[in-house]
């Protein structure tokens, strides 16, 4: 060992000391990482997204497509990717892993990945700040095998392990004020755009660090002319980091509106999710509710100071606690700063309120001044800043066990490792497997997009089935549900997404049945899991089913789920109502809709070529005249005095409609509803179109 030790440079043997320790963490799981990943109940929905995060990421390099965009859900818009937790840096770094084995071994390669690498990038920070070798290996350990990391192992939670970013961009930010050099400004750019394609929490969390680091360890200046050179580094590490986010920065904006609809940006508003989901000011002092010995007893806490939380292990440790201490009281002059950030993190983690057990208190929080940025509604978990804590205990450990180390002998760092070992021993790892009905390997030999039902949007399983079928889902499970007014809206999918029948006629569509509509939207399959419904449930799925598929039997069927096989798109054009409509309302045979101020028709040509097509609608106005435009597709079309009720006025529409779903808009003037449920201008009393 000591010809190993004078042979190989401190980093490596370091990896190599991480590697095995990675290794000795997950024994118990390692002759089973090809056929399941290790992890709690929380693994079985988090991992397994995260599983299909690999996946798509491989899909995406292989066709050249943009990975922020997949039309593989939410069929048939698809949904932009950019504020879900894709860690697009993971499905880079075992790309070769899931083309040749696939997206499972590749999952467990970038857990094992990530707390070899996080265990090296602290090492290395340590290093930075001064720390001897030894030390900085111990502070590593305590980094990478940590409650909060291995939580978030446990959980599944990809994007969360793979961390090893965060200290070596700070290594690098650290190297880079300490050089005057433009390479390591180049490198830590970089490194914090890992950052960024990792997590998106993380990349907040850097840019709140970021500007102490610098205020706290730049180092003085003997002239002007090297401060500005110093300014110059430094401001190159945003710049490159900027340019090399472009792609993920680029769709960013759109999906932080699509996610959070129509919340006012930077509101004051406290949400209780918000304080749900901060850190208890007694998480930080107690130890991991995964640990083998007493881990349960802690455990049993979690209901009282996180009530309807699954994750919440913000533990500090204590073996790091105890060295940080002994590097505040020896090493005041390098451990002040480390501390300042320490604090801060602390502070950030506790959120908008102050929780101490079950009690709440209205204090100053420092979470409130980022709660006043654009943006920032979409963070949701104020209690991962303890992130940045959990890394200013790097230094201080490393710092405090040197400490120790010179004032009482090697022993120290033996005892340390002990300790370390003892404190941070792995969970029992339980194992989550995905099995996989066989009939969705048997829908991977058809085209077109395939609804599973029923929706559930607390399981990952659709997308397990999708790395099995490879077609896309309407629907699908992410982080972010994104708004997805087709399935409240499309006639067919409508009844099947909520497994229920409305009776609605009205233009249910025109010229067809709901399954045509369907057909026309690319939807060649629907799968029913009938062992995921209740006897009564299976009631009312059924009309659902025979409502939306008139006529259809299931080309597959048995006990636990049935195929229904869509026939091809009919050449006939086929109308239907859209958003802006009151639900259809009936006396006797004739049946209506109000619109309010504007209302769409949704117009389908199902061939490849310009159609030409009469549309004949039927309306009435509330109680006087009501002029209304109508527009095709953003182009106006004409204007239509729809006259007051009871009289019914008809207009006639020849359109030489484009190619898929049209949008013909109706713009009227409202008058208050006397049945209150918002303003209204005509009743739609009748629609047909034909070619």
């Known amino acids: 060992m000591n010809r190993l030790r004078h042979t190989l440079p401190a980093p490596l043997l370091a990896t190599l000391g991480y590697l095995v320790s990675t290794l000795a963490f997950f024994f118990p799981a390692l002759p089973f990482l090809s056929e399941a990943l290790p992890g709690g109940p929380v693994a079985a929905i988090d991992g397994w997204q995260n599983v299909w995060h690999l996946w798509w990421a491989e899909q995406a390099v292989r066709s050249g497509t943009n990975p922020f965009f997949t039309p593989l859900l939410y069929h048939p818009d698809g949904v932009n990717l950019a504020v879900h937790p894709l860690n697009l840096s993971n499905g880079l770094l075992v790309l070769p892993i899931t083309a040749l084995f696939g997206p499972l071994p590749a999952y467990n390669v970038a857990l094992l990945l990530a707390f070899v690498l996080s265990g090296l990038g602290a090492y290395l920070l340590a290093r930075e700040v001064g720390a001897g070798p030894q030390s900085a290996f111990v502070a590593g350990l305590l980094f990478s095998f940590g409650p909060f ?3 978030k192992a446990y959980d599944g939670q990809l994007e969360w ?3 090893q970013w965060v200290p070596l961009y700070v290594w690098m930010l650290l190297h880079t004020l300490n050089s005057a050099r433009v390479l390591p400004a180049v490198v830590a750019g970089l490194l914090l755009a890992l950052v960024g394609y990792t997590s998106l929490y993380y990349l907040i969390f850097m840019a709140v660090l970021s500007p102490l680091l610098v205020l706290l360890h730049l180092p003085p200046a003997p002239s002007f002319r090297i401060r500005i050179t110093q300014l110059a580094h430094l401001a190159l590490v945003p710049l490159v980091a900027i340019v090399a986010l472009a792609p993920i920065l680029a769709g960013l904006t759109t999906a932080v509106r699509a996610v959070t609809g129509s919340a006012a940006p930077g509101s004051s508003a406290i949400d209780p999710e918000l304080v749900a989901r901060s850190a208890n000011l007694l998480d930080f002092w107690l130890p991991s509710y995964l640990h083998p010995l007493w881990g349960d007893l802690i455990a049993q806490l979690g209901p009282w100071l996180h009530p309807n939380i699954a994750a919440w292990n913000h533990a500090l440790g204590y073996t790091a606690l105890a060295l940080a201490v002994v590097a505040c009281c020896t090493e005041w002059r390098r451990a002040w700063p480390w501390l300042v950030i320490a604090i801060i993190g602390l502070w950030l983690a506790l959120g908008p309120l102050l929780n101490i057990g079950d009690r709440q208190f209205e204090a100053p929080m420092l979470y409130r001044l980022l709660m006043a940025i654009p943006g920032m509604e979409i963070a949701r978990r104020p209690g991962h800043f303890v992130v940045l804590t959990l890394l200013a205990l790097v230094p201080l450990a490393a710092l405090g066990l040197d400490a120790l180390r010179q004032r009482y002998g090697s022993n120290v760092l033996a005892l340390a490792v002990l300790l370390a070992a003892l404190e941070l021993a792995p969970p029992a790892w339980t194992l989550q497997r995905s099995i996989t009905h066989p009939a969705f390997s048997e829908l991977a030999r058809s085209d077109g997009a395939v609804l599973v039902l029923p929706i559930d949007n607390d399981s990952s399983a659709s997308l397990t089935q999708q790395i099995v079928h490879g077609r896309p889902l309407v629907g699908g499970f992410l982080a972010r549900i994104p708004p997805f007014p087709f399935a409240n809206e499309t006639p067919g999918v409508r009844q099947l997404w909520r497994l229920a029948p409305d009776g609605a006629a009205l233009a249910d569509p025109a010229g067809g049945a709901p399954s045509d509509v369907m057909a026309a939207y690319g939807i060649r399959d629907v799968v029913v899991r009938w ?3 209740s006897a009564s449930q299976r009631a009312t799925a059924q009309a659902a089913i025979t409502e939306a598929l008139p006529g259809i039997s299931p ?5 636990e789920l049935s195929i229904y096989r869509l026939p091809p798109p009919t050449p006939a054009p086929l109308a239907y109502v859209a958003g802006g409509w009151y639900p259809e309302e009936q006396a006797a045979e004739r ?5 309010g101020a504007e209302a769409t028709i949704v117009l389908i040509n199902p061939g490849t070529t310009a159609l030409p097509v009469t549309v004949q609608l039927q309306a009435e106005g509330f109680t006087a005249e009501r ?4 527009s095709l597709n953003g182009a106006p079309l004409t204007t239509w005095a729809v006259a ?7 207009t006639s529409l ?5 190619p898929g779903p049209n949008r013909l808009v109706l713009n009227a003037p409202t008058a208050a509803d006397p049945a209150g449920r918002g303003p209204i201008s005509i009743a739609l009393t009748g629609i047909t179109i034909k070619r």
């Open 149 to 151: 990391h291995a939580t």
């Open 161 to 163: 392990i793979a961390i």
């Open 531 to 533: 062992s995921e419904l």
């Open 555 to 559: 080309s597959y069927t048995d006990a």
């Open 591 to 595: 049946r209506w809709r109000w619109m």
């Open 627 to 630: 002029p209304t435009q109508l």
């Open 644 to 650: 007051a009720q009871p009289a019914a006025t008809t």
């Open 654 to 658: 020849r359109l030489l409609l484009p």
